[in-house]
């Protein structure tokens, strides 16, 4: 049985009792998990399937700026990070104090060397600020903080607080309390202060973080007075006891790493000495780029630096299907995972740690074996990489897409287990599937297609290969085609060795051969009774280029001709210094949400996740006012409630949202024409956060807001910090 897959070829934090071997400091002193984490320029390689392998351009060398921390082997000794930009792995359990020690070693901002050059021909230094906050600058690119994804913890002080700034030369000790009834899951680190989210992520500035649990379900009176932790049935080969059944791991972040190399003073002269016309030649500082894409010459380092005429050219719209790269998993472009199994469920834990893609996951079989695919790969795409290597995989990779068999959402055990042959990934989306291959061979991990009403990029994506695996041959019997039934089956005998109280196992399987895992849902549903308040949240993106205003707002009901039932009211950019909404604690509200421009975006809020009770489909598709086959919703009524149609079912047609309803999440993607309601409660922590769209570049330009959730007063308001007691407007 194939051992050490979790997370693969991943650097991690220890949480156990190797974590003494750190050295104990002032700062350390008493942490479960505690390490230094050092934000700086690192050097490393990148895969560019452009060019053959042996091609000195089929490798870019880069320069990105990321996270490097001390990384613990199996026996506390240090080690190197195989990517010296992939950030650690960091692992933790519920009622563990996590202590992370910050230093920001970048260039502080007037230090910084910009690409291009000024009106006399010296190098650009980073100078002033920007009049408006949300706009990009050059000033905001080495101002960092961290951000714990998903996490249910405070939002004050050191804890989970995006609103506070770690400039260069700072060091800083964020210290996270997981309460002891915390989920286990799925969960993500990464940089989120305001003006340099985008850039920072898509240097790479994100890394996979852990909660592992290995608490029973427990029967109470009325059903599961406590739930269990999805670890305990899903135990790792030699975890935590010695079981028939055991399920690898695979851990994979999934990035879009967007760095480019740019004109020098030197290469223009260069061109313009061999006889280039003038108008001709490129601009200092320009992002090399051609027909295809970005591209490199040989001696060039790759960077993500502000551009000279738009900081953001190389994070905002459109940059990332221009530039023609391609998504990494785990840093690697293309990569081999090995050790997989046929017959082996293993359970992969997915993570969109990216900006700028929309990730549709298929595993399909390569047809005729695995050596022809890695030649073709060897070879390079010659020229348009992202269309040869869409042809690849639809001439390599043409088998039937394998069974998803999905047990988690955003780190959160889902009440029903779902399985689809594609699962759409938008940014910040994690995924916790059980995956068995059923024969031996080569299965190539794809990207599909997707049309562009659904890619957050607003364009028809075509089809990538993001990594491949090379499966042995089984060990033992595989049950039937070797699908979702073999998962089931091998979930129904883990159930029985490791549910140790008899009578909740037999709940467990009860609900199991329905489909269910409700004993392993940590958050209640929440009941219509509940609900004491009602938010509602729209996104809009004003204006033309370049002058857009990313704004939110509230929905208002109208009744025009246009098919648009709703009005964006209230609407605005972020302001630091206002607050937008402020919450009870103890609180359950209901929120209204949909987009009206600008496409779909990622709507995410920190601190306490939700619960989806419905997806309304409100618009019908374009198609249907010309009769276009395929055309869905054609009955719909804008004007008429009773017409909408709920999406967000097992068998709906809508892939982004079926089999979503009364999962528990922390992102959704908010199509236009379609109307989310969520519901979620304010529970334990106090303080003041953010919501925001989760493509970063919007949320940098002012798609965010403040939130506050405050103690209610008995008064009919909130009490207030005492230094705002008086002086602070609304209520």
């Not at 709906?652 to 236009?672: C, H, M, R, V």
């Amino acid at each position: 049985m194939p051992q050490g897959l979790a997370p693969e070829a991943l650097p991690q934090v220890r949480s156990d009792d190797s974590a003494a071997a750190l050295e104990e400091t002032d700062t350390c002193a008493g942490a479960d998990v505690c390490y230094d984490l050092a934000l700086r320029y690192v050097d490393g390689e990148m895969r560019n399937p452009a060019f053959p392998a042996d091609d000195p351009r089929g490798t870019d060398k880069v320069r990105l700026r990321a996270y490097a921390g001390l990384v613990l082997d199996e026996d506390a000794t240090p080690v190197s990070q195989d990517n010296a930009y992939v950030a650690p792995v960091v692992e933790i359990a519920p009622g563990d104090t996590f202590r992370l020690t910050f230093e920001n070693e970048l260039p502080r901002p007037q230090d910084m060397v910009l690409p291009g050059e000024d009106a006399n021909g010296n190098p650009l230094r980073c100078t002033g600020e920007p009049e408006d906050h949300n706009e990009p600058h050059c000033s905001n690119f080495n101002l960092t903080n961290m951000h714990t994804h998903g996490l249910w913890v405070s939002p004050q002080g050191n804890s989970d607080n995006v609103l506070l700034t770690v400039n260069p030369g700072i060091t800083f000790t964020y210290e996270y309390n997981i309460p002891s009834d915390h989920p286990a899951g799925t969960f993500w680190y990464h940089a989120h202060r305001h003006g340099s989210t985008a850039p920072q992520v898509s240097s790479g500035m994100a890394g996979i973080l852990l909660i592992r649990g290995n608490r029973q379900p427990q029967l109470g009176a009325n059903g599961w007075a406590s739930p269990g932790d999805l670890d305990v049935i899903l135990p790792r080969p030699g975890v935590g006891g010695s079981y028939d059944v055991s399920f690898p791991e695979r851990t994979m972040l999934f990035q879009q790493i967007a760095y480019a190399c740019r004109w020098t003073r030197e290469e223009v002269n260069a061109l313009a000495d061999g006889g280039t016309p003038p108008d001709d030649l490129p601009t200092v500082g320009e992002i090399k780029s051609d027909a295809n894409g970005w591209y490199c010459d040989e001696g060039d380092v790759g960077m993500l630096e502000p551009g000279p005429a738009n900081a953001f050219d190389q994070v905002g719209f459109g940059s990332w299907p221009r530039s023609g790269r391609h998504t990494a998993i785990n840093g690697a472009i293309q990569k081999e995972h090995p050790g997989a199994v046929a017959g082996q469920v293993e359970r992969w834990r997915l993570i969109h740690g990216g900006v700028r893609e929309t990730i549709g996951l298929e595993i399909r079989k390569v047809e005729g074996g695995g050596d022809a695919l890695r030649a073709r790969l060897a070879e390079g795409a010659s020229g348009n990489s992202r269309a040869a290597i869409a042809e690849t995989v639809e001439e390599f990779c043409s088998g039937e897409p394998l069974d998803l068999v999905r047990v988690a959402t955003d780190g959160l055990a889902r009440p029903d287990i779902l399985t689809s042959k594609e699962l759409l990934l938008q940014p910040a989306y994690r995924e916790d599937v059980l995956v068995n291959f059923p024969s031996e061979g080569t299965y190539c991990i794809v990207d599909a297609a997707t049309a562009s009403d659904a890619d957050i990029n607003l364009n028809d994506n075509d089809t990538a290969l993001l990594g491949f695996l090379e499966v042995a041959p089984a060990e033992g019997s595989i049950e039937g085609d070797g699908g979702a039934d073999h998962v089931m089956a091998m979930l129904e005998r883990s159930i029985g060795e490791t549910i140790t109280d008899e009578a909740a196992r037999d709940f467990v399987l009860e609900d199991l051969a329905e489909g269910r895992l409700d004993a392993f849902v940590k958050h209640r549903d929440i009941a219509p009774h509940e609900v004491s308040g009602q938010q509602t949240v729209g996104f809009n993106i004003q204006g033309t280029p370049p002058a857009f205003q990313f704004v939110i707002g509230e929905i208002a009901p109208t009744h025009v001709s246009n098919g648009a039932p709703f009005a964006l009211v209230d609407e605005a950019a972020y302001e630091a210094a206002r607050l937008d909404r402020v919450l009870p604690l103890g609180g359950v509200e209901e929120w209204t949400l949909t987009s009206f421009g600008g496409g779909g975006h990622p709507f995410h809020i920190h601190v306490n996740p939700f619960q989806i009770v419905e997806v309304l489909k409100y618009q019908p598709d374009a198609g249907c006012a010309t009769g276009a086959e395929g055309a869905r919703g054609c009955d719909i009524d804008p004007n008429d409630p009773a017409t909408y149609v709920d999406v967000s079912g097992a068998d709906s047609y809508e892939p982004q949202y079926a089999g979503l309803k009364n999962t528990w999440k922390d992102t959704l993607f908010i199509l236009p024409g379609h109307l989310v309601k969520l519901r979620t409660r304010y529970e334990r922590y106090i303080g003041d956060f953010v919501l925001h769209c989760h493509i970063l570049d919007h949320e940098d330009e002012g798609m965010m807001q403040n939130i506050r959730i405050a103690i209610p007063d008995g008064k009919g308001g909130f009490d207030r910090p005492m230094t705002e007691h008086g002086s602070h407007e609304g209520g």
